[in-house]
């Protein structure tokens, strides 16, 4: 029996901690977990769940008017926000009923409060301090402000799913996959999106041509996109606010949501008093195993900043369990990932950029661009896009990038083949299913490029 309260006391009930906490318990490790405010953390309450379910509500419009191209008599639906909020909201409960009875499973100890790190070996969760032979750190990030004046008449991500009433405009600020996915979902609910962002295309990072499809799509939906374009001033004006911009504009909008980054979980948790190292942006450092400079605390998911994913902190989580309850080192390979942007068309990729892999050496890009039979029998004008980025001397697909309805589903069976080291021939002595839009991946013979 060790002289500790608990072997492990992992601090935030979301992704990670949770299946850090059930692993390590698994082992019959004596494990307790604190959480500050709801289990399941942001993917359940406030992330990919939530947003998912609102992506769903936001491409039945869509359905219903293509549902007529189809032969289909059906009338002109009207959404209705409080009635899916409170689907919602049951929803929500009920998968934190699930990780809790997962928990209580698990006979892990859950401590409902906000925890503070008090020393390498102590946490402390309202007025009682808890002794643990570990410590894992497990809390997350949070949607960060820009700092301006009247910045708080803005709201975040974490505000959207609370709304008691959609607003009839909204300016989103920023161009990332976030700020993208809500002015997809907002518009498809039928509000009026305007969206700025400052840089000179969205979704920063991902392959250019992806990009760029991306954006053309959503402006010919509707959405009203301002590139290099940021706000100077904001005012509150009636029950809405008024917004200077730096392309000149100014208007009253509903409401203005900050989609401009997140912050890792760590202020007032007591680490750097107990000697963990923080980087520049409030992260936990750590190592390859998710170990911090102070050797009875591990860090794992969005409070370390590597890559902000739900399976990526799960997979951390089990990476740390194994490596310190089972006694198999075991580090995270971080290496192609594949993702998904729920935008509307989605996009999925996994690998190299077009761009990037041009700087690791010779590449060949094969890309096509077409309009998808089921949307052009409806008579939309949406394309999507297909590209695979090969190494030139290796043969090997470096990045898969895909822009289109299932983009998602489509990108998860792609990656593995890419993960496996598949070259180009791999994929092109795969036979065609067809009539699919991704048969292209199997089909497209010459280079468009080469670089
Ligand atoms: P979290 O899930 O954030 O959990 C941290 C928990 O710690 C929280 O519950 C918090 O309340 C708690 N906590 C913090 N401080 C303390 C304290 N001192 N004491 C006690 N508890 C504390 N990822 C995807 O893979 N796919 C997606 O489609 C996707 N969509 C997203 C959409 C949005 C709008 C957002 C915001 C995120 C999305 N993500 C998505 C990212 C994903 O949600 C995160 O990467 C993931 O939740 C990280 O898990 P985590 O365990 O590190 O932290």
């Not at 997962?102 to 906000?114: F, P």
């Not at 795969?430 to 080469?450: F, I, K, Y």
Request: glycine share 12%; with cysteine.
């Amino acid at each position: 029996m060790s002289d500790f309260d608990y072997d492990l006391f992992v601090i935030g009930g979301g992704s990670g901690g949770v299946r850090a906490a059930r692993m390590a318990a698994q082992t019959g490790a004596r494990v307790a977990l604190a959480e500050e405010y709801r289990l399941g953390g942001t993917c359940v309450i406030r992330g990919c769940v939530p947003k998912k379910l609102m992506v769903f509500a936001s491409e039945y419009g869509e359905m219903v008017s293509d549902a007529r191209a189809y032969g289909w008599d059906i009338a002109d639906g009207t959404f209705d926000w409080g009635r899916f909020r409170g689907q919602l909201d049951a929803e929500l409960d009920r998968l934190e009923g699930v990780y809790r009875r997962l928990l209580e499973g698990s006979e892990v100890t859950v401590h409902d409060g906000r925890a503070r790190v008090t020393g390498p070996h102590e946490v402390r969760v309202a007025d009682t301090t808890f002794s643990a032979k570990h410590i894992l750190v497990a809390t997350g990030g949070r949607p960060a402000l820009p700092e301006m004046e009247n910045a708080e008449l803005g709201i975040t991500s974490n505000d959207i799913f609370k709304l008691d009433a959609l607003p009839e405009s909204i300016l989103i600020v920023g161009g990332g996959y976030i700020a993208c996915e809500f002015a997809c979902i907002l518009h498809g609910l039928g509000v009026e999106v305007t969206q700025f962002y400052r840089g000179a295309q969205i979704l920063r990072g991902f392959d250019g041509e992806a990009r760029g499809l991306i954006a053309e799509e959503m402006q010919q939906r509707g959405i009203d996109l301002h590139l290099g374009t940021n706000v100077i001033g904001m005012m509150p004006e009636g029950t809405g606010v008024r917004v200077k911009a730096t392309n000149g504009s100014e208007r009253v909008y509903d409401k203005v949501m900050f989609a401009t980054g997140r912050t890792p979980n760590t202020d007032g948790l007591g680490l750097e008093e107990a000697g963990v190292a923080l980087g520049r942006r409030g992260e936990v450092v750590v190592d390859d195993y998710s170990q911090t400079r102070v050797p009875s605390i591990y860090a794992i998911g969005d409070v370390t900043d590597r890559v902000q994913l739900t399976p990526v902190a799960i997979r951390e989580g089990m990476a740390f369990a194994d490596t310190v309850f089972r006694g198999q080192p075991t580090p995270v390979d971080h290496a192609l990932i594949p993702s998904a942007i729920f935008t509307q068309p989605e996009m999925g990729t996994v690998g190299l950029s077009e761009e990037d892999a041009r700087e690791a050496g010779p590449i060949e890009v094969y890309c096509t661009s077409f309009k998808p039979m089921n949307t052009a029998f409806a008579g939309r004008p949406d394309r999507v896009l297909m590209k695979l980025v090969v190494c030139a001397e290796t043969r090997r697909v470096l990045g898969c990038h895909i822009v289109s309805p299932g983009a998602g589903e489509m990108i998860q069976l792609a990656g593995i083949a890419v993960k496996m080291g598949a070259t180009k021939e791999d994929f092109d002595r795969t036979v065609a299913v067809h009539p699919t839009v991704s048969e292209e991946l199997v089909t497209m013979r010459a280079p468009v490029r080469t670089a």
